[in-house]
């Protein structure tokens, strides 16, 4: 996990804020189901209430 990283900012033309950042981390290789090394992003954000991981997004 963390290969790769990325902050994006949702409202591109807006100054960035706790709710508009997100981080997007890449895990390549994760097998998806029955796809062996689709690899995955994890995205966490600021304003989550607690430090758990947040979404996974697969390809």
């Excluded at 996990?1 to 994760?30: D, H, Q």
């Excluded at 189901?33 to 390809?59: K, M, N, P, V, Y």
Aim: aromatic fraction near 4%; proline fraction near 3%.
């Amino acid at each position: 996990m963390g290969e790769s990283l990325s902050a994006v900012n949702l409202a591109p033309r807006e100054v960035g804020t706790a709710a508009t950042l997100k981080l997007a981390v890449g895990t390549p290789g994760e097998a998806i189901g029955t796809a062996a090394e689709a690899g995955a992003i994890h995205t966490f954000d600021e304003s989550a209430d607690d430090h758990q991981l947040g979404e996974r997004l697969s390809w």
